[in-house]
Structures are given as structure tokens and as C-alpha cells.
């Protein structure tokens, strides 16, 4: 009888569980990730192992999307060599990797102009507000499909590097 007790509760917690919500952590087993490339006139995003394509997305941008980032406020998604160097779990953009942009460089330049060079660019999904956004909609990051910032999300590391072209 105790057994039968046992697996039965078993049973009510297995089936419970599964009840859940899709957890939106995946997990990736495939080639490691040593490069991404973003082509900003194309709307693109390429994950390389190496020299090996493994994946391209079709990406959203700043609302200013053409030239570089040269300040706070410009909306302009910025262009250079950089590193994924954050993650953001709880993301109000559903999941989120930063991106070490301002560089010294870009801080610089900031600088000798009198400006604040902003900060707080993220590849990231859409999140429950921008499901429908249409167009370069950000404010300076490069934005996917939520489902596709899950595929990222467990694919990239911190570390590495991210070549944004014009």
C-alpha cells in the first residue's frame, strides 16, 4: 500500500511538471560559436564556428539604423569589432546578450565632441511588448524573434567576438 502511495504521488508531480510553461533556456550542443557577423544593409546575422556558417537570423535594428553609433539618443546600431561580454536572463526583451560597445574608441570620439557615447547595446528578442514591431525599432541593438534569441542565447558565449559591418 505504501508503495502504491509512493508512485502515485510520483505520478501527480510528474504530470504537475509538465504542466508548466516551456522554459525559454535551451540547450546547445553543436560547434562552438567563435564569431558572429552582423550586416547591417542586409538585416542579417551570421554564427560562425570558424569559417563554417552554422546559422544566419534576419535582425531589427536601431530606428536610425544607417552610420554608427556616435552618441546617446542617436538610435544608431553601432559598427566595429566588439565582444559579447553580458547576459541578461531577465530581460524585458524576453533574454538578452550585451555587446561591449562603447569601446575606447568610441569613447573617445564621444568625448571630443562633448557627448555621453551611451551604452546598453544588447542582441535581444521582442519580449510581450514589441511582438509586432515592425521595421528598425530599437534603440541601438539588434533585435530577433524570441524563439531565435533562445537558439542564441544558448549558443553564444561571453567572449565572443562580434563584428557589426555597415
Known amino acids: 500500500m505504501v508503495f502504491f502511495r509512493v508512485v502515485a504521488a510520483l505520478a ?3 504530470v504537475l511538471a509538465s504542466c508548466g510553461a516551456p522554459s525559454k533556456f535551451r540547450s546547445y550542443h553543436g560547434p562552438e560559436v567563435t564569431q558572429i557577423v552582423v550586416h ?14 552554422l546559422r544566419t537570423f534576419r ?12 552618441r546617446e539618443g542617436d538610435r544608431r546600431t ?13 530581460s524585458r526583451f524576453h533574454l538578452s546578450i550585451g555587446i561591449s560597445y562603447p569601446n575606447e574608441e ?15 547595446i544588447f542582441i535581444h528578442g521582442r519580449g510581450p511588448q514589441f511582438q509586432r514591431a ?3 525599432w530599437t534603440d541601438g541593438c539588434i533585435a530577433v524573434t524570441d ?15 562580434i563584428r557589426i559591418l555597415p
Open 147 to 161: 524563439r531565435e534569441m533562445e537558439d542564441i542565447y544558448a549558443m553564444v558565449r561571453d567572449g565572443t567576438p
Open 134 to 136: 515592425r521595421g528598425d
Open 78 to 90: 553601432p559598427e566595429g569589432d566588439y565582444i559579447i561580454d553580458r547576459r541578461n536572463p531577465n
Open 40 to 53: 547591417k544593409a542586409a538585416r542579417r546575422m551570421h554564427l560562425y564556428h570558424h569559417n563554417q556558417r
Open 12 to 14: 501527480l508531480v510528474a
Open 106 to 120: 568610441d569613447r573617445a570620439r564621444a568625448e571630443a565632441n562633448g557627448w555621453r557615447p551611451g551604452g546598453d
Open 59 to 70: 535582425v531589427q535594428l536601431g530606428g536610425n539604423p544607417i552610420g554608427h553609433k556616435q
